[in-house]
């Protein structure tokens, strides 16, 4: 049934019902469990949204965009992926403003169009860091992660987390996530957010915590890096 229905902007209501047509209870009351947002749990599968969103043009992206209604879970994930896929970043960082309501919600999306423009990009990304709006935040924290530790922006991007507080428990999991995959990759970059003493404890220790969790660190940098637990 997905695999045959298209999606544009005449069948939007189609688009719904398949989705509902999906309904899994119990993998709805499980998500419910670990990703908390106001809107309902459909239960989709990865590979079920992923087929979906591969039935939908590139030409019929912007024609939907609109008649999105953001009251299921995964109907909003979809609607990010579909904008990812446009690779408009500016577009992306708006809508994740206006209508992400979890973790969920930022780290589903493929950001690797970012490497076709680096520079621009990292300045966008940059010009809407906020400590005020916890998922937008989120999603360029991670956006960095994923796409500019071995570039030479990453002296940058260190500068200014160094000075990056947020009271969002998902803001500072991602900085520590951030400071775990650092540390893997440019350990020198990570021991100064280390030592720079203006981050958060939270963010510290669970950075300590993630790297000590992480198969790709040696015994040996685990017991080191405990010295900065506070």
Not at 21 to 32: G, Q, T, V
Not at 85 to 111: G, K, M, P, Q, V
Request: proline content about 1%; charged content about 25%.
């Amino acid at each position: 049934m997905i695999k045959n229905a298209k999606y544009n902007i005449d069948n939007y209501e189609q688009f719904l019902e398949i989705l509902l047509s999906l309904k899994n209870e119990k993998k709805a009351a499980f998500d419910k469990k670990i990703i908390f947002t106001e809107k309902i749990h459909i239960g989709l599968s990865s590979a079920q949204i992923k087929q979906i969103v591969k039935s939908i043009s590139i030409s019929n992206i912007q024609n939907m965009l609109p008649f999105f209604k953001h009251i299921y879970y995964e109907e909003t994930i979809i609607y990010f992926i579909l904008i990812s896929r446009l690779e408009d970043l500016e577009l992306l960082c708006e809508n994740i403003d206006a209508h992400a309501s979890s973790w969920a919600d930022t780290d589903c999306i493929n950001t690797s169009f970012i490497k076709k423009d680096l520079n621009n990009n990292y300045l966008l990304l940059t010009s809407k860091l906020s400590n005020t709006k916890e998922y937008l935040s989120r999603f360029i924290i991670v956006t960095f992660m994923n796409n500019y530790i071995d570039t030479p922006y990453i002296e940058n991007i260190t500068d200014i987390l160094s000075n990056f507080n947020s009271e969002f428990y998902y803001v500072n999991m991602a900085s520590s996530w951030f400071i775990c995959e650092l540390f893997i990759k440019k350990r020198e970059y990570a021991l100064k957010l280390f030592e720079c003493n203006t981050l958060s404890k939270f963010t510290i220790n669970k950075a300590v915590s993630k790297i000590n969790d992480s198969y790709r660190v040696s015994k040996a940098d685990k017991d080191m890096v405990k010295q900065f637990k506070k």
